[in-house]
């Protein structure tokens, strides 16, 4: 059987240079060990449940979605309006510092990202692109509506709510 | 220093500095230490050279301990001074006579602090909005703090400013 010889490059390791890069591996496991052991911190672990509606309000025919029940008895007192459809529900997951991408019916994005949970409530970073973005501190079940501008003969409305 | 005719060859003097400065090793550094037991000469020479060996490091401690301590003390006048200097900044703002007010006053304002801090205010209500940026557009928000639950936020459309709240009939 025939075997090729390939020459080797003879490289003096020395005793130090072993125990160097043997400390060299002991450290990263050690530290891989630590990583993978690492408890969840306790804001890690928070999650706010969002529940995103889009809909729309106009003067034409269609009456009140079902759905938006809540948005609608709180929006009567403030606008008139014939109909109310909604056009998405989303419910996103969101961890601290996770954001939340949604696309909107008129191409725009609506971005939500909480930034804090505390007894008070939890902080949202709230971005509706081409509208308005702010922060802002909601209550468990707060209702946030946003009238996001014209759309067709309607508005464009977006509400959202969160849980935890 | 004075080496016996027979032990004051130069190779033996060239040794005994050598040695002296431990720059002879191996078998010379043991020839010659069997040279200098039995000499009592070469022992003597040793010795006196041990002597102004430390002789001389103590001369050049001493003068490096005046030197560094010259320099400490010229400096430690200029510290005081400019400590005095900070000191006497600081207090040249408030007149002597209001420094007993000035302690009055911050012992007033801690208590008051540890008195509101203690008492269990909840959040204000109607502090939904944090921060808010419309890109200059005009915005109106709803937060009825009476039905707390709910908070709206309006994008005004230039022929829609005004619409809410007794102009309904205007907003779509």
Same mark, same amino acid.
């Given at each position: 059987?025939?075997?090729?010889?390939?020459?080797?490059?003879?490289?003096?390791?020395?005793?130090?240079?072993?125990?160097?890069?043997?400390?060299?591996?002991?450290?990263?496991?050690?530290?891989?060990?630590?990583?993978?052991?690492?408890?969840?911190?306790?804001?890690?672990?928070?999650?706010?449940?969002?529940?995103?509606?889009?809909?729309?309000?106009?003067?034409?025919?269609?009456?009140?979605?079902?759905?938006?029940?809540?948005?609608?008895?709180?929006?009567?007192?403030?606008?008139?309006?014939?109909?109310?459809?909604?056009?998405?529900?989303?419910?996103?997951?969101?961890?601290?510092?996770?954001?939340?991408?949604?696309?909107?019916?008129?191409?725009?994005?609506?971005?939500?990202?909480?930034?804090?949970?505390?007894?008070?409530?939890?902080?949202?970073?709230?971005?509706?692109?081409?509208?308005?973005?702010?922060?802002?501190?909601?209550?468990?079940?707060?209702?946030?509506?946003?009238?996001?501008?014209?759309?067709?003969?309607?508005?464009?409305?977006?509400?959202?709510?969160?849980?935890? | 220093?004075?080496?016996?005719?027979?032990?004051?060859?130069?190779?033996?003097?060239?040794?005994?500095?050598?040695?002296?400065?431990?720059?002879?090793?191996?078998?010379?550094?043991?020839?010659?230490?069997? *040279? +200098? =037991?039995?000499?009592?000469?070469?022992? /003597?020479?040793? #010795? %006196?050279?041990?002597?102004?060996?430390?002789?001389?490091? !103590?001369?050049?401690?001493?003068?490096?301990?005046?030197?560094?301590?010259?320099?400490? *003390? +010229? =400096?430690?006048?200029?510290?005081?001074? /400019?400590?005095? #200097? %900070?000191?006497?900044?600081?207090?040249?703002?408030?007149? !002597?006579?209001?420094?007993?007010?000035?302690?009055?006053?911050?012992?007033?304002?801690?208590? +008051?602090?540890?008195?509101?801090?203690?008492?269990?205010?909840?959040?204000?209500?109607?502090?939904?909005?944090?921060?808010?940026?419309?890109?200059?557009?005009?915005?109106?928000?709803?937060?009825?703090?009476?039905?707390?639950?709910?908070?709206?936020?309006?994008?005004?459309?230039?022929?829609?400013?005004?619409?809410?709240?007794?102009?309904?009939?205007?907003?779509?």
């Amino acid at each position: 059987m025939l075997r090729w010889k390939v020459p080797r490059e003879e490289v003096e390791v020395t005793w130090c240079e072993r125990l160097r890069r043997s400390v060299l591996v002991m450290l990263l496991m050690s530290m891989l060990v630590v990583v993978a052991s690492r408890p969840a911190s306790a804001e890690e672990e928070k999650r706010i449940e969002v529940t995103l509606m889009v809909s729309r309000i106009s003067d034409g025919p269609g009456g009140i979605d079902p759905r938006a029940g809540r948005l609608h008895q709180k929006l009567k007192s403030q606008f008139r309006y014939e109909s109310l459809n909604v056009l998405q529900i989303h419910s996103l997951t969101l961890r601290i510092d996770q954001v939340g991408t949604e696309l909107l019916p008129n191409g725009k994005k609506v971005r939500i990202r909480p930034l804090q949970l505390d007894d008070e409530g939890a902080l949202l970073a709230v971005d509706v692109e081409g509208a308005v973005r702010g922060d802002y501190k909601l209550r468990n079940g707060h209702l946030l509506v946003f009238g996001a501008g014209q759309d067709g003969d309607g508005k464009l409305v977006i509400s959202l709510e969160p849980h935890w | 220093m004075s080496i016996h005719a027979s032990e004051a060859t130069p190779q033996a003097l060239e040794q005994l500095c050598a040695y002296h400065d431990g720059e002879l090793g191996g078998v010379a550094r043991w020839l010659f230490e069997r *040279r +200098l =037991r039995r000499s009592p000469e070469l022992q /003597q020479e040793l #010795e %006196e050279l041990d002597q102004i060996g430390k002789l001389v490091r !103590a001369s050049e401690t001493r003068a490096d301990e005046v030197d560094l301590w010259d320099r400490i *003390r +010229l =400096r430690l006048p200029a510290a005081d001074a /400019q400590r005095a #200097e %900070e000191t006497e900044t600081a207090w040249f703002v408030t007149p !002597a006579w209001m420094r007993p007010l000035g302690a009055v006053a911050v012992a007033a304002v801690a208590l +008051l602090a540890v008195f509101f801090a203690s008492l269990d205010t909840p959040a204000p209500s109607g502090r939904v909005v944090r921060w808010m940026d419309s890109g200059g557009r005009s915005v109106m928000v709803l937060d009825d703090a009476v039905d707390s639950d709910v908070t709206i936020i309006w994008i005004l459309d230039a022929a829609v400013e005004g619409a809410a709240r007794g102009g309904r009939s205007d907003v779509v």
